[in-house]
T-cell receptor, first 113, second 114 residues
Framework: DAGVTQSPTHLIKTRGQQVTLRCSPI?????VSWYQQVLGQGPQFIFQ???????GRGNFPDRFSARQFPNYSSELNVNALLLGDSALYLC????????????FGEGSWLTVV | AQTVTQSQPEMSVQEAETVTLSCTYD???????LFWYKQPPSRQMILVIR??????QNATENRFSVNFQKAAKSFSLKISDSQLGDAAMYFC???????????FGKGTKLTVNP
């Protein structure tokens, strides 16, 4: 089975622009989460979706939004990009809502210039 | 606030030897899970090992094992017979509040010397 897949792998955006990152979970996984990892730090939780509903949100501004589609894939949107949004964005999936192993994708590298 | 602390920013080990990475966490819950993830230069977060708090037995996965001390809230990772491919950042993680919001430590960079 394919793992968690994310696209694009790398992208460069200008301050003030908007970006959409995409994630396909492992087949059969209904929970998708998004994390931001800046250089030298551990990942920080942004969102969790389960069965298309938001189940958790981290301490991020409203410029960050996400959604989950009927096929359980997900998009993360970031508006009005700031230089500080430059980071690796990781998507993770798991089979059920609680108590299950969480698998990560390879991430999307976002550089804001 | 629930936190995860990795007190060793960097560790090194000789190939074929054993190394232990430390992790402590803070929680008021009684039933939870703990994870160790490995992040090589490719940056993909790879699950190394998982421990259920209700299990007395320490988890093992081939050369990787944990020393889980629930009362002390300690969750260390032991890597035996270290290999060059083990070189990576290692993160300890804890799902906060019974959810799947993982709280990560700051990581330990492991270097394996030939």
């Amino acid at each position: 089975d394919a793992g968690v897949t994310q696209s694009p792998t790398h992208l460069i955006k200008t301050r003030g622009q908007q970006v959409t990152l995409r994630c396909s979970p492992i087949s059969g996984h209904k929970s998708v989460s998004w994390y931001q990892q800046v250089l030298g730090q551990g990942p920080q939780f942004i969102f969790q979706y389960y069965e298309k509903e938001e189940r958790g949100r981290g301490n991020f501004p409203d410029r960050f939004s996400a959604r989950q589609f009927p096929n359980y894939s997900s998009e993360l949107n970031v508006n009005a990009l700031l230089l500080g949004d430059s980071a690796l964005y990781l998507c993770a999936s798991s089979r059920i809502l609680l108590g299950n192993t969480i698998y990560f994708g390879e991430g999307s590298w976002l550089t804001v210039v | 606030a629930q936190t995860v602390t990795q007190s060793q920013p960097e560790m090194s080990v000789q190939e074929a030897e054993t190394v232990t990475l430390s992790c402590t966490y803070d929680t008021s819950e009684s039933d939870y899970y703990l994870f160790w993830y490995k992040q090589p230069p490719s940056r993909q977060m790879i699950l190394v090992i998982r421990q259920e708090a209700y299990k007395q037995q320490n988890a093992t996965e081939n050369r990787f094992s944990v020393n889980f001390q629930k009362a002390a809230k300690s969750f260390s990772l032991k890597i035996s017979d270290s290999q060059l491919g083990d070189a990576a950042m290692y993160f300890c993680a804890y799902p906060q509040g019974g959810s799947e919001k993982l709280v990560f430590g700051k990581g330990t960079k492991l270097t394996v010397n030939p």
